[in-house]
Structures are given as C-alpha cells and as structure tokens.
C-alpha cells in the first residue's frame, strides 16, 4: 500500500473545521481543568462525522492554497486480514461489550470488555497489528448473554503469524484459544472458526432491522383504566 501525505495545511484545515462545526470539537471539562492545550488534530472519527455534513455553502468559504511543499509517500506491505468467528457468554453484569468508561473524559480500565478479553489473546497468539471486534447485535452492560451466546467476528489485521491457521493447523489452534480466553470467568466463547471475508461481512447486515418482542401486562386495574391505556397508545396490553 502506498499512502500520499501533505500536512502543509493540517492546521489550517482544522480550524476552518472548528469554526464551521464548533460543537464538535469541544473541549472535554478534564482537559480543560488540566489546563493543557486545545487539540490541533481530529480523529477519524470526527472527520467522518464532520465531512459528511459540509454542504456547498460551508464549501464556498474554504480558501485553496497552492502548496509549497512536496509531498512524501510511504509503502507498506500488509497481509490480508484473518477472520475468527464463534459465539460469546457473557456472565458479569458489570462488563460492557466494547470499551466504555462512565465519564467519556476519564482513561478507560483496559481489559475491562467482552471485546478486549477476546481481541487480546487473538492479537497475541497471531501477533496482528490491530483488530475489530463486530457482532450481531448487542446488549447492556447489566445484562447478561447466556445460552449459545450471541455470534461474533474478530477481524485481525496484518497478522504476522498465520501458521496457526493453515490447513487443518487451525481446529487445535483456535481450540487452544477457547481454553484460554474461558479461562476468564466472566465471559466464554464457543465454536471458534476461520471465515472468508466475504461471509463474516454479512454478520452486521440487518442488525438495525431487528426487534425485541416485549410483552407488557397490567395487573389489578379496571378494565375502563386498560381501555384507556389502550386507546392513548394505540397498542395492545394483555391482562391476567
């Protein structure tokens, strides 16, 4: 992979950012009372949010300079992704599934989700550069997922060591895995397996379309009451 860069103009970029969008880009009350300096660079994420919504007004005002600089490349030569898939138990009430922290400000506890105590030891047994962590739906922190356990997939990329997984090598591989991933007592895994690429995509697929059935009962109210809750929701109450 070649990737081209020119940062002449980063902090420029920024702030014309900044300014057009101020409420994306403000400042946390920790780094504030730490009294450090304002960020001058953005997360992939910011900009993914920010670039999405530049119309042709805000465009009009941005300001195209001729760079003064050359640009610089780099190459860098990276191995297709490894793509492990089974299902998760998760036992804890108290353990999210992705990294979280109650004040978005505070530094996260490492280790301290479903992701994490997977991804680690798949990032270590086949030393990948990084992971991504994707499931077929989710659940709250406090509660639990018991069961078959609900299905994932670990992407891992740049994997340096993919012995393990070729040919028949990767059944006692990911076995070995299981035995030390379950070894935590707050989550297991079963069933770990190597997908195609093209499957483990179509994981996430309709996750937004689907619903959880909730039954709602009344009990020990008058029937005129029920009516009335009813008719006010426009939906159906079953009472016992």
Known sequence: MITFEQDEFNLADYQFLENQFPNDFR?????????KEPPQEMSKQQLQQVTGRISEE????????SPTRKCTFKLTFERDPVYIAG??????????????SEDKDAPRK??????????????????????RFVTSGREDIDVRMLGTGRPFVVELRNCRKTDPVRSLNYLKTLESVEETINQCKEIKVNFLTR???????????GEEDKRKPILRVLLQYP??????????????????
């Open 27 to 35: 400042v946390g009350k920790k780094r504030r009372y730490d009294n």
């Open 58 to 65: 805000v465009a009009k005002k941005y300001t195209i300079k």
């Open 87 to 100: 299902r998760y138990c998760k036992y804890s009430r108290c353990l999210p599934q992705s990294p979280w």
């Open 110 to 131: 490492p280790g301290n989700s479903v992701s994490e105590k997977v991804c680690d030891i798949l990032k270590k047994t086949f030393e990948a550069s990084d992971s």
């Open 195 to 205: 997908l195609q690429r093209d499957v483990a995509e179509k994981l996430s697929v």
């Open 223 to 240: 029937a005129s009451f029920r009516r009335a809750i009813r008719k006010s929701n426009d939906q159906q109450f079953h009472s016992k």
